[in-house]
């Protein structure tokens, strides 16, 4: 075979596809089918938000939050009041945390909703996609009343939450929890343990604990891989502690532990565990105020601080450094999406193309949340 | 057909003394014809519409409904739109293979019609080596595919390509395979010999006459499926990877061309798996008039084949596409020693049983009963549990 | 010996998740379809369907706005253009500008929150497409106008009154404290409000 003469295939995944999520590009080096390496490409949705936040001041930059990942909009809202109350040490009042929590778990539940459903037509079948996507659409109609807007929602705001429940609200959400549980058995049976599902997801590219933590992934990609690591259990903020709620971790059940097909059953358990958070929320909210009294002319004293929030891609960290004015010298946030770009190159050597696919799925890496 | 033929000579209405070559050819390519613009191309139009709404359903959506009544003309909007769009040929494609490629895998597809058995009197013409033509023919389809691909000078239009070329000559075997035993049982090739063969009653069907027969058609029909580029064997058209494989650098009627080839293979499949298990054409005796047998064979038939297309499209609508791989894998792995052994199997069972076994017929038919009633019940679990509206009626 | 019960063990696998998959689907197919039919089979229109909290795009009710500027303050991305003049004489507030350039608003709200009267408010209108970028401007001053000055008492006039009546529904609602075992406070009748009252709301 040796005098049988074979190159290298250089292919371009490029920034309009239909399965990559958001715009991203691999310059796929690919031997027939097997790839050697994909080096991915990003940069395509940068858009400057965090030199943006120096312009606008802290509450104006709140609706950018939104942007920074707009499908979990609210955890990133919440990192950014969070950044922000710890810079002028500012108290939410108890009912502003439950209602944050219920607002983000919300927020969890759909996020994981998009991330399966994508995983389904990344892979072929486009039914998953839309049984998932209906899911969604309830969890959007329950927080378009909630705050108004049903993607990029600015509901928190520093101090606390823009809007308290609206009355009738709660028995809505609790409603949809009833329904939804049965639903998502229905989406496993249809999808998750699908044969050729399986086949699919397990075993492609499974990433130790060992390489999950030096790769800095986080969220459902390092529980998957057996790292015990969340943050709202172990750096608990807002009123997690009070609220109980276990926390998946990978085995290898279907192939190898840390494999795709891990990262996603992780979000399926995650869902499950988020309506359990939800209950409880909803049914051990105080009363009281939602805002804390903050003036509107924001200055918090200077300064830096850090702040890690368990939103659906992983551990946020929003980093604010604060020089006394009313506008923020540098924000920087750090997503779980940026770290699994980085990861992707070594990961994908040996894989096949269709590979590729389900492993950037498997990874969720969301394209506005790389490049900002 | 040629009977008929024969009679209108003898009555001279072709003149006193007309070559029967020329009658015959020019009655047939008549027939052709009309066969293909009145069944073969509106089948292929209006499955696409059938097939969006019955997608659309499965995916809690309406599907097209505006466009005529029920949406019923959405498929001549689309062939309109197509026909208007600029037909672009890239700079550095090769552009006589990639004008050719679209008609020969519209060739492959139109070929099969002349052997499909309507019904006991309307067939193009009844090759003795029918079944055997319906199977090869198809095959035309990969050098269309990897024409396609290869000229359109595009690295992913050429993986797709290739993909399926490996795919359609794989699953040729246990597709052939599995017409054997069938052939076994009846002794002949021809598409009218093997309908004969069976009854209209479904124990008599070829399906229910022994375990290996409903294996083989299981696999006769999961094999055309992977013949068709359907989900879940669509890789080489795979959109999430590779936008539209083979087809990427094509527009306008062209593309179209492959995708009409696609979803009129279905029937042609459907009419395979029809005549060779579910009986064809056959219906009970109820009058002498030969003309509303036919007609009534005829509804059979196409009701039969149908129905199969319908599973065709709620496959599609349900499973997730294989890996190359694994596709193989599957082919060679599991599919071609099965069929082996349906062969084998049902050789002995013909030497065992020459005229069947009757308890075994209706052992399997009860089998096949209770599978029936099995999966209705399991959607009405899913349906109960998800405690969603029901909506019974087709149209929205 | 592992690999026949493996390979035996795929078939099953196999044939018992597709038959489940297709009985899901199967199922979906006698229920009803998820969409709803918009714009021209529904029988209320969309924009009266959506909730009161609902961010579509801006409306300024001039008839009670107090001329604060505290919306072009509040503004990230400064999209509201306004332009006001103190008249010596009178001591009134003249409003001459009022532009909302809806191509640059995202629809956050945080000009809604610090209006002490409710005059600019989301309203449920969605569909806001047109042919030109400049018509996406809004220019809700003709002429110039005299701003609105909130009255110690309910507010005379019936007509500005329903206006406020609905602008301070919407100020009432924003950030009100919660209580799940008393229904919500009903929202506060045309209330005395000055403009200075904005600088302690948060």
């Not at chain 1, 990192?79 to 500012?90: Q, R, S």
């Not at chain 2, 019923?72 to 700079?91: T, Y």
């Not at chain 2, 894998?329 to 020459?354: D, E, H, M, R």
Request: aromatic content about 10%; overall charge neutral; hydrophobic content about 50%.
């Amino acid at each position: 075979m040796s005098a049988f003469h074979t190159e290298e295939m250089t292919l371009n995944m490029g920034p309009q596809h239909p399965s990559t999520h958001g715009v991203l590009r691999f310059v796929i080096k690919a031997d027939g089918e097997v790839m050697r390496e994909a080096i991915p490409d990003v940069g395509y949705l940068h858009r400057s938000i965090e030199k943006i936040a120096e312009k606008v001041g802290y509450h104006g930059f709140m609706p950018y939050t939104d942007r920074v990942d707009y499908v979990c909009a609210m955890f990133t809202n919440q990192g950014w009041a969070m950044a922000c109350e710890k810079l002028a040490n500012v108290t939410v009042p108890r009912r502003g945390e439950y209602c944050r929590v219920v607002a983000a778990e919300f927020n969890r539940l759909a996020s994981h909703l998009l991330t399966v459903g994508l995983m389904g037509m990344d892979i072929g079948a486009m039914t998953p996609f839309l049984h998932a996507l209906r899911e969604r659409e309830m969890i959007n109609d329950l927080i378009e009343e909630l705050c108004g807007a049903r993607l990029t929602f600015n509901y928190m705001r520093i101090g606390g939450v823009a809007w308290d429940l609206p009355p009738g609200w709660r028995e809505k959400a609790l409603a949809y929890l009833d329904h939804l549980a049965p639903i998502l058995d229905e989406f496993n049976s249809l999808f998750s343990y699908n044969k050729i599902c399986i086949e699919r997801l397990a075993n492609v590219a499974p990433i130790s604990a060992a390489d999950a933590i030096n790769y800095n992934l986080v969220g459902p990609n390092l529980r998957a891989s057996g790292v015990n690591w969340d943050v709202r259990r172990d750096l608990p903020y807002s009123v997690y502690s009070e609220l109980e709620f276990e926390v998946p971790l990978g085995a290898g059940e279907w192939g190898s532990q840390g494999d795709a097909m891990d990262r996603y059953m992780m979000r399926i358990r995650e869902m499950v565990q988020s309506s359990r958070i939800l209950r409880q929320a909803l049914a051990q909210m105080p009363d009281g105020p939602v805002l804390g009294k903050v003036v509107r002319n924001f200055k918090p004293a200077a300064g830096e601080c850090q702040v890690r929030v368990e939103s659906a891609r992983g551990d946020q960290g929003w980093y604010v450094v604060s020089d006394g004015t009313a506008f923020p010298q540098r924000v920087h946030v750090r997503t779980g999406s940026f770290a699994a770009m980085g990861m992707i190159q070594k990961l994908s050597r040996g894989l096949m193309i269709a590979d590729l696919v389900v492993l950037i799925a498997s990874l969720d890496v969301i394209a506005p949340e790389i490049d900002r | 057909m040629q009977l008929w033929l024969d009679s209108l000579i003898a009555h001279g209405v072709f003149g006193p003394h007309p070559s029967h070559e020329w009658v015959y050819t020019i009655a047939i390519t008549i027939a052709c014809a009309l066969v293909l613009m009145l069944v073969a191309l509106p089948f292929a139009s209006i499955v696409t519409w059938v097939e969006r709404r019955v997608w659309a359903r499965i995916q809690s959506r309406i599907g097209p409904n505006r466009v005529g009544p029920n949406g019923f003309l959405q498929w001549l909007a689309d062939g309109v739109k197509h026909v208007c769009k600029e037909d672009l040929i890239p700079s550095e494609a090769d552009a006589r293979l990639f004008k050719l490629a679209p008609y020969l895998v519209v060739l492959a597809f139109i070929l099969p019609w002349a052997v499909m058995p309507f019904s006991s009197g309307l067939i193009l013409a009844d090759l003795n080596i029918g079944i055997l033509y319906i199977t090869a023919v198809p095959a035309l389809t990969v050098v269309g595919i990897l024409m396609g691909g290869w000229a359109s000078n595009n690295k992913w239009s050429l993986i797709g390509g290739i993909r399926s070329a490996a795919q359609i000559i794989s699953y040729e075997i246990p597709a052939g395979l599995s017409i054997f035993p069938i052939v076994l049982m009846t002794g002949t090739l021809s598409m009218q010999g093997i309908i004969r063969a069976q009854g209209w009653a479904p124990d008599r069907w070829f399906i229910f006459a022994n375990p290996f027969c409903f294996v083989a058609a299981f696999i006769m029909f999961i094999s055309s499926l992977a013949e068709n580029n359907r989900t879940p064997f669509d890789l080489p058209e795979a959109e999430s990877e590779l936008v539209a494989g083979f087809a990427t650098e094509y527009s306008s009627m062209r593309y179209l061309f492959f995708f009409m080839a696609e979803w009129g293979n279905m029937f042609i499949a459907a009419a395979i798996v029809v005549t060779l298990f579910l009986g064809g054409w056959q219906f009970p005796l109820l009058t002498r008039s030969a003309v509303v047998m036919n007609a009534l064979q005829f509804v059979a038939f196409m009701v039969k084949c149908l129905f199969l297309v319908l599973v065709s499209m709620w496959v599609r609508g349900t499973l997730p596409r294989v890996r190359i791989d694994q596709m193989m894998s599957l082919c060679w792995k599991y599919f071609v020693p099965i069929s082996f052994i349906n062969l084998i199997g049902t050789a002995v069972w013909v030497a065992i049983f020459p005229d069947g076994n009757a308890i075994v017929r209706w052992g399997m038919l009860a089998f096949g009963v209770a599978i029936a009633v099995l999966f209705a019940s399991r959607v009405i679990t899913f349906t109960r549990r998800s405690g969603m509206e029901l909506y019974l009626r087709p149209t929205i | 010996m592992a690999v026949a019960n493996s390979y035996f063990r795929n078939i099953k696998d196999a044939v018992v998740s597709i038959f489940d998959g297709m009985a899901v689907t199967a199922s979906h197919l006698i229920r009803r379809p998820f969409t709803i039919q918009y714009p021209d089979r529904m029988p209320v229109r969309v924009q009266d369907t959506l909730p009161f909290r609902y961010r579509g795009i801006l409306d300024v009710d001039l008839e009670i706005c107090t001329g604060c500027l505290a919306c072009d303050r509040a503004c990230p991305i400064n999209c509201i253009a306004m332009a006001i003049e103190k008249n010596a004489q009178t001591r009134e507030i003249v409003i001459s500008q009022f532009d909302i350039d809806m191509a640059k608003c995202m629809y956050c709200g945080l000009c809604s929150e610090p209006c002490p009267t409710g005059a600019i408010h989301h309203t449920t209108e969605f569909e806001g497409a047109d042919y030109s970028l400049e018509s996406l401007i809004r220019r809700f001053i003709v002429e110039p106008v005299v701003a609105y000055k909130p009255k110690k008492g309910p507010e005379p006039d019936e007509d500005v009154a329903k206006l406020l009546g609905r602008g301070m529904k919407y100020v009432d609602e924003w950030a009100q404290p919660g209580s799940d075992k008393a229904p919500a406070a009903a929202p506060k009748p045309a209330p005395a409000t000055s403009p200075a009252s904005n600088e302690k709301v948060p």
